[in-house]
């Protein structure tokens, strides 16, 4: 029934073909004529050559398959018109040119897809090799899987013609880890090079699924705050953006890599993150005990150290001799452009606490003289700068390098009135066996620290073997 009523609705007169000794353009007008007559156009570039059997190359006006140039033989499109059947249903082996006509569909798929071009079609069931279009951001974002975070020349997938074609819509055509040519390589390309900061996967890792934790560095130089430590993320979780401290590995071992950074370590080599609580942000803010290259112990936390650390930062974190500090260090020089542009005095002067015990003071000072800043000072040496925040990274070398001379009740000490703090910048007078402070040299060594000092404007935090670098020319 169906047959016949298709044939109804198209039927006219088929003009059969001459026998004879009629002009190969005759038989051609009437394949086009008879082609027209069937809702077909065939292309001007076609030329009968004689043989029904030839393929004739056609568009069809409407469907589906409309502006597609298609290719039948001329006897089968013959009988399938004269038996009665449907003559314009097509599949893809009526494309002439399937390679193209498989390119453009994927092409012009949501989101689009670039096959490989050294791909040929074989087979509707092949896979087919094929990354996804960067550069159609809204299709890859409205996607139900994540396929943004694959969208790349280096990142190959695989899907045959078969199951691509009877997708319903874009969401039934989506493909996902499984359809990755290899999942193991694809994964690390995109998190090494899709990601902002990159991201190592280890070595040892391959794929489970994508709620397994995959283990990774970040792909980044020492300086950085984050490099070093080891962190876990699933694939389900995965997102272009930064990764923080919730996801690292194993805590102690974070902690481990931070205090290298400011060249410290733990004072009690058993100390265990975990030990403390089973309450992860009671654990964040237990006390850390640390000590430095200078032999100093201090107490902090890992909310301290970590401050302000990102994924990106560069010498964030509160470093515990600046913990709680009022003097004008470098970050806040830095910070504030009037200071960054304003002159400084480095200065070493004698005072005398409330005993009368004497005690060294260093200490900068934006003021013309230092005892302008306290009455009391003693002035023994004294090197201005143009530049405050030089004089402020000598001084903080200064600090670090001469801790050890520090009175261990520094913070019980009473001063003149005008003094206005600084406790922590009081020093033995014993650190003039150790450095040359004071004296007829002392002027000279100092402004050549504050050379080298100079040097290191960039350099967020001090390193021991920076701050000893600067402070060579001091040490006796």
């Known amino acids: 029934m169906l047959g016949k009523l298709c044939r109804q609705a198209t039927m006219t007169e088929w003009r059969p073909m001459p ?7 005759a038989k051609e007008a009437i394949v086009r004529a008879n082609f027209t007559m069937m809702k077909r156009r065939v292309i001007p570039q076609w030329n009968y050559n004689g043989s029904e059997s030839q393929w004739v190359l056609f568009e069809v006006g409407e469907g589906p398959w409309a502006g597609v140039v298609l290719q039948q033989r001329y006897n089968l499109a013959r009988n399938r018109y004269l ?101 193991d390589e694809s994964i690390r390309y995109a998190w090494r090079s899709l990601t902002i900061p990159g991201r190592i996967i280890n070595k040892d890792w391959t794929y489970v699924n994508t709620t397994t934790p995959v283990k990774f560095t970040l792909d980044q130089d020492e300086k950085h705050d984050f490099s070093g430590i080891e962190f876990q993320q699933t694939v389900s979780h995965w997102t272009h953006r930064g990764i923080n401290l919730r996801s690292v590995v194993d805590m102690n071992q974070a902690l481990d890599v931070i205090l290298s950074k400011i060249d410290c370590s733990l004072v009690d080599a058993s100390f265990d993150y975990y030990a403390a609580s089973e309450h992860p942000e009671e654990r964040f803010r237990q006390p850390i005990v640390i000590v430095d290259e200078f032999f100093q112990e201090y107490t902090t936390t890992l909310e301290c150290l970590t401050k302000g650390m990102t994924s990106i930062s560069v010498g964030a974190g509160q470093l515990p001799w600046n913990r709680g500090t009022s003097r004008l260090t470098p970050s806040k020089i830095r910070s504030n452009p009037r200071f960054l542009g304003s002159p400084g005095i480095f200065y070493v002067a004698e005072i005398p606490d409330s005993a009368g015990n004497s005690y060294l003071k260093m200490g900068i000072t934006t003021k013309q003289s230092p005892s302008h800043r306290c009455p009391s000072y003693k002035t023994l040496t004294a090197v201005s700068s143009n530049s405050l925040l030089d004089v402020s990274i000598l001084e903080c070398a200064l600090l670090r390098a001469t801790i050890r001379h520090r009175p261990s009740n520094y913070r019980e000490l009473l001063f003149p009135l005008g003094f206005g703090g600084g406790n922590s910048e009081v020093r033995n007078l014993s650190v003039l066996d150790h450095y040359y402070l004071v004296g007829n040299d002392s002027e000279r060594r100092l402004a050549s620290a504050l050379s080298v000092a100079a040097s290191f404007r960039e350099v967020k935090n001090l390193s021991s073997e920076l701050i000893h670098q600067t402070v060579a020319a001091l040490a006796i």
């Not at 026998?19 to 353009?25: A, D, L, M, P, T």
């Not at 899907?159 to 290899?182: G, H, K, M, Y």
């Open 83 to 183: 038996g009665g059947n449907c003559h314009n249903e097509f599949t893809l082996t009526s494309v002439h040119d399937k390679d193209s006509y498989i390119r453009s569909a994927f092409l012009n798929a949501k989101p689009s897809r670039i096959i490989s071009s050294t791909w040929t079609f074989e087979s509707a069931t092949e896979p087919i090799p094929f990354y996804f279009d960067p550069l159609d951001l809204k299709a890859l974002t409205s996607c139900n899987n994540s396929l943004s975070l694959f969208a790349s020349e280096h990142i190959i997938f695989l899907q045959p013609w078969c199951e691509f074609s009877r997708s319903l819509d874009d969401a039934t055509q989506e493909v996902w880890i499984r359809s990755l040519e290899n999942i």
């Open 19 to 25: 026998r004879g000794r009629s002009s190969i353009e």
